[in-house]
């Protein structure tokens, strides 16, 4: 049986859930989730491990600079995301690496799987460096007479194994939104815990609010790390069942707004309890057998485990595009997407598991990788496309708008906001990019 999709193509309906979610992870029209759903994904894909660190980064920047920043980090992220989808469904292009491809011809299609997998790799080893540092931890507190249970590296790799893992072995993101709702409101149990046990700490600690701090370009990477979600745009998408510009500007913008009060929240709490002394991870500066605290911490670990599927899924798919398993023409084979994604899940946990330091993944990843996904991409796309002759290129490099037949219907027009936008971002994400670069490796 045959019906028409979304956009007026004509497809045939899935006879097994496994079609059903190799359809959603590719094309349009078979999304499932509803605006709530594919925020709360967005939210999850987000909120990670990049929050803990910001409260470091409202030390670098100073508490008001740094609050200010976020708002603005924030609002570009909303533009990022809803400009991304925007200029797919004007060019007909679903995939962030064919749009940045697009755009920005074969430079761009390799310059983003490099950045996606750098950003993603980061992502998903500094979530095991965050499971390897709270749940051995804590069942060894507990549970002293089980001594292995102790163990950082058995303890993290059974469960990568027998409970992450599994998670990763989807094609389409839309599958884990459940366990992202889960995750979400885990993670108002992080900042209550530390709502609740901050004061009794804050007295100790000097938190000035007005004075500026000593590297706020530092922080802008920071919370670039804490806020990109551009590399989930289009998978998140797929999987909405409502597919329209104005349903997709809705889920942007909860999206957003609910992942910067969470982060902010819990940003604004750690900065003011420990001031001047907060480290790049907020729960080491509590003591190891704060009660209260534990149970934070313990969230926390629970969090990463499902989070660690929202870093993996780019990575692979940067991997898989990289080396041809996949491409606008045809999905990985069953052999080729689980192949992948037993080599790079090992690799990852190796890492994992033997990295300690979240310092050098924040700096790094945030103000390189995370700058030129979130803020160069989105808003070099969105002026290839809807304004070309704002680029100067010959004809050959022009970018050519994939053909529609006259029953596709097109939603995607520009609008002068979106115009300044783009600029804004491409601008400010080339500035925190090459200030990055610069401090990182001078």
């Known amino acids: 049986m045959a019906q028409k999709d979304a956009y007026g193509s004509i497809e045939s309906i899935p006879n097994t859930q496994e079609d059903a979610d190799l359809l959603q992870a590719s094309k349009p029209g078979y999304g499932s989730r509803s605006v709530l759903e594919v925020s709360l994904n967005i939210v999850n894909a987000t909120v990670g491990s990049g929050v803990i660190g910001l409260p470091f980064a409202l030390l670098l920047a100073g508490f008001t600079t740094g609050i200010a920043i976020s708002v603005f980090v924030s609002t570009l992220t909303f533009f990022a995301v809803y400009s991304l989808i925007l200029s797919g469904q004007k060019s007909q292009v679903y995939d962030f690496a064919s749009l940045a491809k697009l755009a920005m011809g074969q430079f761009g299609f390799h310059m983003l799987n490099l950045m996606l997998f750098i950003q993603s ?160 991870n907020i729960f080491s500066n509590f003591p190891a057998d704060d009660n209260v605290i534990n149970v934070g911490r313990f969230a926390l670990g629970l969090s990463m485990v499902l989070t660690v599927p929202m870093a993996f899924y780019p990575a692979r798919d940067a991997i898989q595009k990289t080396i041809g398993f996949e491409t606008e023409d045809r999905q990985p084979s069953a052999f080729q997407h689980y192949s992948v994604t037993v080599i790079l899940f090992t690799l990852f946990l190796i890492a994992g598991v033997n990295i300690h330091s979240l310092g050098k993944v924040y700096s790094v990843v945030g103000g390189i990788a995370s700058s030129f996904l979130a803020y160069i991409i989105p808003g070099f796309a969105y002026i290839a496309i809807f304004h070309p002759n704002w680029i100067k290129r010959n004809e050959k490099q022009s970018v050519p708008l994939v053909s529609t037949s006259a029953d596709i219907k097109v939603f995607a027009k520009s609008a002068w906001w979106l115009d300044i936008a783009s600029v804004v971002l491409l601008v400010f994400g080339l500035f925190v990019m090459t200030y990055t670069a610069i401090h990182a490796f001078s």
Request: glycine content about 4%; aromatic content about 14%.
């Open 121 to 280: 790799a980061g992502s998903v080893i500094s979530y095991f460096i965050l499971v390897a540092d709270t749940i051995p931890v804590l069942l060894g507190l507990y549970f002293p007479e089980y001594p292995l249970l102790a163990d950082r590296q058995l303890v993290t790799i059974l469960v990568s194994v027998f409970v992450i893992f599994p998670l990763n072995l989807f094609r389409s993101i839309g599958a884990l939104a459940r366990w992202s709702a889960f995750s979400v409101l885990l993670l108002p149990v992080m900042i209550l815990t530390v709502l609740i046990r901050a004061p009794v700490y804050a007295k100790d600690h000097e938190a000035p609010v007005l004075s500026v701090g000593s590297d706020p370009v530092a922080a802008m990477g920071i919370m670039s790390f804490a806020f990109v979600c551009s590399q989930v745009a289009f998978s998140n998408f797929l999987s909405q069942k409502n597919q329209s510009s104005t349903s997709w500007k809705y889920t942007s913008v909860l999206s957003s707004f609910m992942s910067w009060i969470i982060s902010i929240s819990f940003a604004a709490i750690g900065y003011l309890s420990f001031g001047r002394d907060v480290t790049s």
